[in-house]
């Protein structure tokens, strides 16, 4: 699965993030959001945005 929604990650048994072309880091959802400032960023802007919509 290729997809640029982040609460779709999730579902995915490996995570390859790439950037201009190039992998920055894979692995399982949790190793690659220890590892990788990009990936960390779209899960916590995905999750601020989720959390702000459901307190409206």
């Not at 995570?15 to 916590?44: F, P, S, W």
Request: glycine fraction near 4%; charge should be positive; include cysteine.
């Amino acid at each position: 699965m290729v997809t640029h929604k982040p609460e779709m990650m999730d579902l995915a048994d490996r995570i390859i993030v790439m950037d201009k072309g190039k992998v920055l880091a894979k692995g399982t959802n949790q190793n690659v959001y220890d590892k990788c400032e990009l990936y960390r960023e779209l899960k916590n802007r995905t999750f601020a945005s989720i959390s702000i919509n459901e307190n409206n």
